[in-house]
């Protein structure tokens, strides 16, 4: 990474934080100093309170149970999260001392308890007994794990399930144990919800709040209730955009928070907001069909993985069970508000990125992808977005989010936005669709950004697409005076072999054949894959150089031969 002088340090901070309201940055503050004092003692006085009454027909899960990410070995716990196995002893280590401060998203993971659904009543009742015996909320700094509001809204909703599908199959001490905490933990979250943040994360804590509401019965389950219901109201308008896709624009982010309203609206059994609800989850599910690649995996553009939420299919099947419909995948469609642009044909799949990074104040899970794209043929993916490995600040975060990791065309030295720490952006670019044009067999469609503007000469990436059963026609432009080199990259799925060399190659994958040619020369690069958190494959990119002052290159995919079938599988 390129060391940051401290006056640009805080030309950055600056830019990050004139993108964020008053409000959410007055609310973390607020947040900060309450964590660290106030609610150790509000929150051990809450756990001495006694809770609510538990409905007389808590609602059940709507959703599958999740496989575990949990096995037993000689006595203990195998844990795996973010493909890392970490082994514990019957006493479980809660605080994943062993591990380093920097695998906290770890750690947050094992107080997530998400595998509570895959393991018998045995298991499940020594787990819960582990953690009630010892994540009690004085602990110091518990609220970066076991307390966390985000860990906590997910951990709540698993145990209010849990009793409900094991019903008469629990010890009722264990089960009076679980529904006193299950109450603390509520009045913990409603003073720590996370405005501050908002995107996915307050999803998650209002879910945990309207299931409260009809876990628990009376004028506190109520009030839950209620006030899950307007954060609902308000962030539904801000969070879920015209065209259907949550604001974040991960497909994994959009699966999760499509899979929390669902379980909202299953919870409450009816729409609270006069059809609004309802009208959001259908225009959700749409965009959950058409981001979904024919092997049933997610597009992975910005912060995404294959299993970084329900499968496109079990989220599907979940809606179509409440709403008493189903949704079929459109041929061509276009999410302007995303700005996300595909083809949906026989033997090809594409969708294309021409759209802001992220929303301005949660800039969080954006990557520099703008006029980047994925690409599908015979049901297998052959370009590839760089996905994800962590959320930790450093090299193989940076890369993550680079332009240069993406299918898209870049200036060395330089990026379409200024990504910096783990979550953080300052300056990012404006993007226009320029024209768009679709039809039955497919698209053209012409976009520009302004990510490199600050460069000498002002240069500015203009890429027009067209999309059809054939293939793919790609032609990059540089508007402006290009004083550097630049790079159009293509990220190759692993499985791909490549052979051919100079301005023509051939790209072949199970029976799929592609002829790739470009007016300037082709080199293949060694190159890794993230296709989900802590999973490196090593793959090759096709990079296309571009040396100063060249105006613009022109790319061709062109399918030229396919099995005979489409065929699931990655």
């Keep these: 990474m390129t060391a940051v002088g401290p006056v640009a340090r805080v030309a950055r901070g600056v830019e990050f934080a004139?993108?964020?309201?008053?409000?959410?940055?007055?609310?973390?503050?607020?947040?900060?100093l309450h964590r660290r004092l106030r609610d150790r003692l509000?929150?051990?006085?809450?756990?001495?309170?006694?809770?609510?009454?538990v409905a007389a027909h808590p609602p059940a899960p709507?959703?599958?149970?999740?496989?575990?990410?949990?096995?037993?070995r000689d006595g203990g716990y195998v844990f795996t999260f973010l493909s890392r196995s970490e082994a514990m002893g019957r006493d479980i280590d809660w605080n994943a001392s062993g591990l380093p401060e920097s695998d906290q998203l770890w750690r947050m993971n094992l107080h997530y308890m998400e595998y509570l659904e895959g393991v018998d009543d045995v298991a499940f009742a020594t787990l819960v007994e582990s953690w009630l015996a010892t994540n009690a909320v004085m602990k110091p700094n518990a609220w970066r794990d076991s307390w966390n509001s985000y860990a906590l809204s997910l951990r709540v909703v698993v145990w209010m399930q849990q009793i409900a599908a094991r019903a008469?199959?629990?010890?009722?001490?264990?089960?009076a144990h679980m529904i006193n905490s299950l109450a603390a933990q509520i009045r913990f979250l409603t003073r720590n919800l996370e405005t501050d943040l908002g995107g996915n994360h307050l999803v998650k804590n209002l879910k945990a709040l309207i299931w409260a509401g009809r876990f628990f019965s009376g004028p506190e389950a109520d009030r839950w209730r209620r006030d899950g219901v307007a954060l609902l109201a308000r962030e539904l308008d801000t969070q879920i955009l015209p065209d259907g896709m949550h604001d974040e624009r991960s497909a994994s982010y959009h699966g999760q928070v499509f899979c929390d309203l669902l379980e909202c609206r299953h919870a409450l059994g009816v729409d609270p907001l006069s059809g609004r609800l309802d009208a959001a989850l259908d225009r959700m599910a749409q965009v959950t069909a058409d981001l979904t690649h024919?092997?049933?995996?997610?597009?992975?553009?910005?912060?995404?993985?294959?299993?970084?939420?329900y499968a496109p299919d079990i989220a599907l099947a979940a809606y179509s069970c409440l709403r008493g419909r189903e949704v079929a995948p459109r041929r061509v469609f276009a999410l302007p508000g995303a700005g996300y642009f595909g083809l949906r044909g026989e033997t090809?799949?594409?969708?294309?990125?021409?759209?802001?990074?992220?929303?301005?104040?949660?800039?969080?899970?954006?990557?520099?992808?703008?006029?980047?794209?994925?690409?599908?043929?015979?049901?297998?993916?052959?370009?590839?977005?760089?996905g994800v490995f962590e959320y930790v600040a450093g090299e193989r975060r940076q890369r993550a989010r680079t332009a240069a990791s993406h299918n898209t065309l870049f200036f060395e030295g330089a990026d379409q936005a200024d990504f910096f720490g783990a979550f953080r952006c300052g300056r990012r670019p404006n993007v226009r669709v320029l024209a768009y044009e679709a039809s039955d067999d497919g698209f053209r469609l012409n976009g520009a950004h302004d990510g490199f503007d600050r460069l000498p000469g002002r240069p500015r990436h203009v890429r027009e697409l067209t999309a059809d059963a054939g293939g793919l026609r790609i032609a990059d432009r540089i508007e402006g005076k290009a004083s550097r080199a630049a790079r159009v990259g293509f990220l190759l799925h692993p499985e791909v072999r490549v052979s051919g060399a100079g301005r023509a190659l051939r790209l072949e994958r199970d029976g799929a054949h592609v002829a790739m040619s470009a007016s300037l020369p082709i080199v293949v690069e060694p190159a890794v894959w993230w296709p989900d958190m802590g999973l490196e494959l090593p793959?090759?990119?096709?990079?296309?150089?571009?040396?100063?002052?060249?105006?613009g290159v022109t790319t061709a995919l062109s399918i030229i031969a396919t099995s005979t079938r489409m065929v699931d599988g990655q």
């Design 294 to 309: 024919p092997d049933g995996g997610p597009a992975l553009f910005n912060d995404a993985g294959l299993t970084m939420a």
């Design 62 to 72: 709507l959703l599958p149970p999740r496989a575990a990410a949990i096995d037993r």
């Design 42 to 53: 509000a929150g051990s006085k809450a756990a001495g309170e006694p809770a609510p009454s």
């Design 168 to 175: 008469g199959r629990l010890n009722p001490t264990l089960t």
């Design 348 to 386: 090809s799949y594409v969708v294309v990125d021409c759209g802001r990074i992220a929303p301005d104040d949660l800039p969080a899970h954006g990557h520099g992808d703008v006029l980047s794209f994925e690409w599908s043929v015979a049901g297998r993916r052959m370009i590839v977005d760089q």
């Design 18 to 32: 004139r993108h964020m309201p008053l409000s959410k940055l007055l609310r973390r503050a607020e947040l900060s």
């Design 539 to 551: 793959t090759r990119r096709l990079v296309v150089p571009l040396p100063p002052g060249e105006a």
